[in-house]
């Protein structure tokens, strides 16, 4: 006997990727500042006024060399008594004179001879004395006038000296106004252009400072556009960036979704597969028991039935075919294995084919096999409805939920399409797949 349990399957699901978001970079400007020329101040230089001293003469003083009046000789008596000195040169020679006389008249010896010679001198002298006196006295009027000349003379050097020295003061002194006037002159120039250098430096520096600190804000404007762009060029490579790895992520979830939706569709047939192959083992088992003949023509519909599960189990393998082609080519090789059933029945008189109910895949069978009765009919969607609950809820069919799309199916409300559509996109399956993500371990899921 044939092992008739039907082998479930786990569903598989696709982890779900997380494009990591890159943050931009923010330029930061720098931001120059300006330098500022500094003007510098010059100096007036100031002329120091030369005040020149005038000169003083000095006049020249004469002192007159004048004779000395309190010499004896100057008086007669003064003369007379030289004269009469014995030991005097004139005393001697009017002696000798008043010898000769005497010795001439003869009275060399006697007493009137010396009073001869006395009186003689005496009389000489007297005469002598005021010639000699004479002589003397013009000595006087001559100190007299070396003096009175000297005295002019002084006078006269003293007047000359001090007109010299009056002129050369007023000469010195108009001399050193003039260079005071030049001095002053020349310091209010000085001061008048330093002024206006130091204006001119002063303006200069002004624009330069004016036109460095256009220059730098300029800069810091460009620098400050600058890093702005660059920031924002950065943003939008970010979000570009993240834009592309977030469709990336988002094909590769999708990509992985649907491996998962065909594998899982692989496996729901593959499962069905091997349920049909369970359920037409024990059909065959049961036609050999019945008779010979029957067993000899089923093991003709066996062959038949076979071959045709290969040819699905090759289109359910092929992983370049979609789900909807594979169900249709299934569904082909399902209604052609019928149509080879349905002769083999013509040929034997015995319905093999319903032996063969359980022919479907995917939830597709062909009429042959299931029939056109409610019956048939109840029992596919049935299959295909515990298949929906399976794979895209995880769990057996409830009673209630099976009977109403059952009922909805009979009715032809809805198609099986519509009812596996409406089961896979149900809250509890979004639900479900949600669950199944944060168990993959595949996926990166929180602390």
Not at 158 to 169: G, L
């Amino acid at each position: 006997m044939a092992d008739t349990t039907n082998q479930n399957y786990t569903p598989s699901t696709a982890g779900q990727g997380t494009a990591a978001s890159a943050t931009a970079g923010q330029a930061a400007a720098s931001s120059g500042t300006a330098g500022n020329a500094t003007a510098g101040q010059g100096t007036a230089g100031v002329d120091q006024s030369y005040s020149g001293t005038a000169g003083k003469a000095t006049a020249g003083q004469g002192t007159a060399s004048t004779e000395n009046m309190n010499d004896p000789r100057l008086t007669i008596a003064g003369n007379i008594g030289a004269y009469l000195d014995p030991n005097s040169s004139v005393n001697q020679l009017l002696r000798t004179k008043a010898l000769a006389t005497a010795n001439q008249s003869g009275t060399l010896n006697s007493s009137m001879t010396d009073s001869a010679i006395s009186n003689g001198i005496i009389a000489n002298s007297q005469q002598m004395a005021q010639n000699d006196q004479g002589v003397y006295s013009s000595g006087a009027i001559n100190n007299a006038n070396l003096l009175t000349n000297t005295s002019n003379n002084n006078a006269q050097l003293q007047t000359t000296a001090s007109t010299t020295n009056a002129n050369n003061e007023t000469q010195t002194s108009n001399a050193n106004a003039q260079l005071a006037t030049q001095a002053s002159i020349a310091n209010a120039n000085n001061q008048t252009s330093t002024s206006n250098n130091n204006a001119n430096l002063t303006t200069q520096a002004s624009t330069t400072n004016a036109n460095n600190q256009t220059q730098t804000s300029n800069t810091n404007a460009q620098l400050a556009t600058n890093a702005s762009t660059t920031n924002a060029n950065n943003a939008t490579q970010t979000a570009n960036d993240n834009a592309q790895l977030a469709t990336t992520t988002s094909n590769n979830n999708a990509n992985l979704a649907t491996q998962a939706s065909t594998n899982n569709a692989n496996n729901s047939s593959q499962q069905l597969i091997a349920n049909m192959n369970n359920a037409n083992q024990i059909a065959l088992q049961n036609l050999q028991n019945t008779n010979k003949t029957t067993l000899q023509a089923s093991s003709a519909a066996a062959n038949i039935y076979q071959n045709a599960i290969t040819q699905i189990e090759a289109i359910q393998a092929n992983s370049s075919m979609d789900q909807a082609t594979k169900d249709t080519e299934t569904a082909n090789i399902i209604n052609t294995t019928n149509a080879a059933l349905a002769d083999q029945a013509a040929i034997t008189g015995i319905n093999v084919g319903a032996n063969f109910a359980g022919l479907t895949v995917g939830g597709v069978s062909g009429p042959a096999v299931v029939g056109t009765g409610p019956q048939q009919k109840a029992a596919a969607a049935t299959s295909a409805l515990t298949t929906d609950y399976q794979t895209y809820l995880g769990r057996a069919p409830d009673a209630a939920g099976l009977a109403w799309y059952q009922q909805q199916i009979a009715s032809g409300a809805l198609t099986q399409a519509q009812a596996d559509d409406a089961i896979k996109n149900s809250t509890e399956a979004q639900a479900y797949a949600a669950s199944q993500v944060q168990q993959d371990p595949n996926t990166v899921s929180g602390p």
